[in-house]
């Protein structure tokens, strides 16, 4: 879904020729398939141990007022059946050239580690580890940014035309006060999330991940909805059918997933849930010792926040469906194609 909406923006600045675009496109998401091969590879070579001492939550390996972080979480991922001594992970940390590893969750830190030590070995030893773990931090860092740029560039073009309405001189491009505006938005929204990932006592990946798969997917259905009415609009609703197809899978996929992940009963599930479930611990008094009421109220904000947010989505993804519907028939009245670009603005 990013890659239909963002990557449809930035592709064309690759292209000398259109006859390129598969090579260019079809070739870019074949690197990316690399790239998570890359990353499943590095997370088989690493111990069991050192996996989920790197991936569990803190709040989980050591509780707060935890004296000896490093002691604890061997203890704790040991008593999971992965046996790992505190030694081993101060080696690890020392060799990769870190302070610690515990709770370093997200992927890129496991990536990493993974991919340090098997550039050492296959390079007979040339350079170190650390040397290794951070030209990975480092690739990864720039396949991240690279992305986020496009993203925010995107995001900005977007809300500058929403803020037209309010304003029209808002809508321009050109205009340096309005970028720099739009722009500031977009990051301090992304970089909330972004925060409130890092700072999350379950690690943010726990309530980021469902809402960036439901998300994404429903990218990818707004996408193809976009491309089913430009076919109708050129009058080749013939092969429509190819777009609409995929949609409705999506569409049926996403809208079913937001409604369980909002919705559903299931404390494990459903963000409300969720929330309901650490309030009433708060409420009732029966705080569990890896956590502290703070955390716990930050729990229950953060998937309220999620829940919020799921419901919005699939308000925006209806609402796009049905306006697309309306496009596709009003589209079949008129007996030549309607599609046109319009002119350029600044």
């Known amino acids: 879904g990013f890659h239909a909406l963002i990557a449809s923006g930035t592709t064309p600045k690759m292209l000398a020729n259109e006859n390129q675009a598969c090579l260019i496109g079809y070739g ?16 088989c070579i690493i111990d069991p141990g050192v996996y989920f001492a790197m991936n569990s939550p803190m709040a989980v390996l050591a509780p707060a007022g935890t004296v000896d972080v490093v002691a604890s979480a061997a203890q704790v991922v040991s008593g999971w059946g992965f046996t790992i001594t505190p030694e081993t992970l101060t080696h690890i940390a020392n060799e990769v050239g870190e302070q610690s590893i515990i709770s370093r969750a997200g992927g890129a830190p496991t990536l990493a580690v993974g991919m340090a030590y098997i550039l050492h070995g296959a390079l007979g030893g040339l350079m170190d580890v650390s040397f290794w773990y951070h030209f990975a931090i480092l690739f990864e860092a720039l396949f ?3 992305a986020v740029d496009a993203g925010t560039r995107a995001a900005r073009f977007m809300l500058q035309d929403l803020l037209g309405v309010i304003s029209p001189n808002l809508k321009r491009t050109d205009s340096l006060p309005a970028n720099l505006l739009a722009t500031a938005l977009c990051v301090l929204a992304w970089g909330y999330f972004l925060h409130q990932g890092v700072v999350d006592p379950l ?4 309530t980021l991940w469902p809402l960036f798969g439901i998300a994404n997917q429903m990218l990818a259905g707004m996408a193809l909805m976009l491309c089913a009415v430009v076919l109708f609009k050129m009058k080749r609703q013939r092969y429509a059918w190819v777009a609409l197809v995929p949609t409705a899978w999506l569409l049926i996929c996403t809208l079913t997933a ?7 009963p299931d404390n494990k599930v459903g963000f409300l849930a969720i929330a309901n479930k650490f309030q009433a611990m708060i409420d009732s008094g029966k705080i569990p010792a890896q956590y502290t009421e703070s955390q716990l109220s930050q729990l229950v904000f953060n998937n309220r926040l999620d829940a919020g947010l799921t419901i919005f989505f699939m308000v925006v993804v209806v609402v ?4 697309s519907l309306k496009t596709a028939l009003a589209a079949l009245k008129v007996d030549k194609p309607t599609a046109k670009e319009t002119p350029y603005e600044p």
């Open 144 to 146: 991240i940014l690279t």
């Open 320 to 323: 796009l469906a049905l306006y």
């Open 258 to 264: 937001g409604w369980q992940k909002a919705f559903s």
């Open 203 to 206: 690690g943010g990946i726990n």
């Open 28 to 43: 870019g998401m074949l690197m990316e398939s690399f790239v998570a091969i890359m990353a499943l590879v590095s997370a």
